[in-house]
């Protein structure tokens, strides 16, 4: 039996789920945030249950709180192809990244349901647990628990910058689930997701083939000097823990700017203590990330922010410690699924070109145990983990409709 060709998502009520779902930890100026593992994640979580059962689904939570939305196809025994994102958000996140791949996951299980189509293969839509990384480090843990990258374990005892452990956390808002996390077969894996980047919009794509993702690398970085009185400390004799730390700051700067165009660098987080305007800072806590396509490259600039960083504390009278806390490897997706997304695009006339994800997503550790590829859609100016992102409805109904079209092709192939 081949797959059903004719079967058109409802991009109206996409959009009416989308705007329902950033209500969820909306904040003034538009955008979203809903952290990992707050009560506003539980909350989005139980919308996004609700709405899941509503169509038909069966739902299901694991021991990283990775939630799974399931529709049986004809034969139980095939492995299920599968999409979904995630949907916790940066602090000065968007209404967009990561929920739009889970509503349009949940606008196929919809779309599926009221046509009544029975796929060979199940059907199921996940929300991952911590994508973002933003208040547990590092990021993609739901993900990177499933596909055996990280270990459960582990992770649980992350804490983020206030001491609350990853699995308290996960207990509090009721997603510890009793279902082992990963260790089982997913016949494909696609997700959606807005560009977060200027490509597509420039060159006036609707949609973004994605054909893989980039390195990266993730530091945490802890400058010790010594608290001193900023009236009577003589220059010269001063250990400024956060002279050294804008002196790292700059040179992360320079070393993104020497590798580009491609390359990436970035200062996110800063705490300088004990923050008072005349002591002199004795310790600072930095992070630093660099990403790059090329792994050579990134090996250079991992070399070269190791060398300069001994260099500033040297100079300064610092102790140094630098954690590299995350290597993500430059990913690439899988040749029938990205026919797949590339096919469903040609056929429905929208315009597409192949592109490499500049940012991680679950997609790319998914990758790891199942053919896997991403469908993204421009988002305006490119702007994203800002509350001003935005993204027109008319590319959301695309980019779902072409993961509606590839899903159903994989449904039928994979055995
Ligand atoms: O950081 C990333 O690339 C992703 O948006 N969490
Ligand atoms: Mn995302
Ligand atoms: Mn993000």
Partial sequence: MSAPTNLTINGARLWESLMELAKIGATEKGGVCRLTLTDLDKKARDLFAGWCKAAGATVSVDRMGNVFARREGRDPARPPVMTGSHIDTQPTGGKFDGAYGVMAGLEVLRTLHETGVETDAPIEVAVWTNEEGARFAPAMMGSGVFTGIFNEDEIKAKTDRDGVAFGDALEKIGYAGSLPCGGRKV????????????????AGKTIGVVTGGQAQRWYEVDLIGAESHA?????????????????????????????????????????SHPQSRNTVPGRVFLTVEFRHPDEAELSIMDKTFRAQAARIAGEIGLALDVKEIWHFPATPFHADCIAAVREAAKTRGYPHRDIISGAGHDA?????????????????????????ESAKPEDLAAGCQVLLDAMLRRAYEVK
Avoid at 188 to 193: D, K, L, M
Avoid at 240 to 249: E, N, Q, S, V, Y
Avoid at 372 to 380: H, K
């Fill in 187 to 202: 016949g494909a894996f696609f997700e959606c997701h807005i560009e977060q980047g200027p490509i597509l919009e420039a």
């Fill in 364 to 388: 790319l550790y998914l990758a790891r145990v199942a053919p896997t590829a991403m469908i993204f859609v421009p988002c305006a100016d490119g702007i994203s983990h800002n509350e001003i």
């Fill in 231 to 271: 009236g009577t400390t003589p220059m010269e004799r001063r250990r400024d823990a956060l002279l050294g730390a804008a002196r790292i700051i700059d040179m992360v700067n320079h070393i993104g700017l020497t590798h580009m165009p491609l390359a990436r660098a970035t200062c996110g987080v800063i705490e």
